[in-house]
């Protein structure tokens, strides 16, 4: 289970009381992402320390793998800081996210992450969604061979799992099963709102479901 809060935001790091909480309360590993806020990869100083914090703390925590991504500004992997939070991390597991499908090149980041020791990389193909990208996923997955695994996200359902599956030959998927879930208020003041101008509907939410977890484990067998 990957966890992270701002969904809308591709995921940041959760609070210390939600990683502490939620590894506490499953039976299974908890990947704590560590993404101190939304937009690009490439992070300054400040931002830096503060990923090796919440790094440390989700090891503290009993996490069972970290989920990073940085980039330097012309696009390729931040080989020196990730190589950082790697060893802050060990021996924890570790997955680079989806900041892979910002960079220049898929091959060259690629070979860096295997260099590096990362475990796993989720990836789209570079493009909005893993059907889109199946060619380059393909292309990746057969790169990678047993070095790291290779692992398509980003618009997977139930519906197309399988055709990503076969038509990349990756091993591993990476889906959210989220559902809306609507608000408990029963009083809803439809003139003021708390986010920006584009924003999530202020009386609903998106959740993982349950059910949809379950289809998916189903068709996978």
């Given at each position: 289970m990957e966890l992270c809060d701002n969904l809308l935001e591709g995921?940041?790091?959760?609070?210390a009381g939600t990683i502490r909480r939620a590894i506490a309360s499953v039976s299974i590993g908890v990947n704590v992402i560590i993404r101190p806020r939304g937009g690009d990869f490439c992070f300054s100083d400040v931002e830096f320390d503060v990923m090796l914090e919440d790094v440390a703390f989700?090891?503290?925590?009993?996490?069972?793998?970290?989920?990073?991504?940085?980039?330097?500004s012309d696009g390729s992997v931040d080989v020196?800081?990730?190589?950082?939070?790697?060893?802050?991390a060990s021996p924890l597991s570790?997955?680079?996210?989806?900041?892979?499908?910002m960079v220049r090149d898929a091959h060259e980041a690629l070979d860096a992450l295997i260099d590096l020791g990362v475990d796993r990389v989720l990836t789209s193909g570079l493009e909005e969604s893993a059907l889109e990208g199946m060619d380059l996923l393909s292309e990746l997955v057969q790169r990678a061979s047993d070095r790291i695994v290779v692992m398509p996200g980003g618009g997977i359902t139930e519906r197309n799992i399988e055709k990503i599956l076969a038509g990349t030959g990756a091993k591993e998927v990476h889906v959210s099963a989220s559902s809306s879930v609507d608000s408990a208020m029963t009083f809803r003041d439809t003139r003021a709102f708390m986010g920006g101008e584009?924003?999530?509907p202020e009386y609903s939410r998106s959740e993982t479901d349950?059910?949809?977890?379950?289809?998916?484990?189903a068709t996978l067998g």
């Open positions: 995921g940041t790091t959760p609070s989700a090891k503290s925590c009993g996490a069972n793998a970290v989920v990073i991504g940085i980039l330097n020196e800081r990730c190589r950082a939070l790697i060893e802050a570790v997955t680079f996210h989806r900041a892979f499908d584009f924003r999530p349950g059910e949809r977890v379950r289809a998916f484990r």
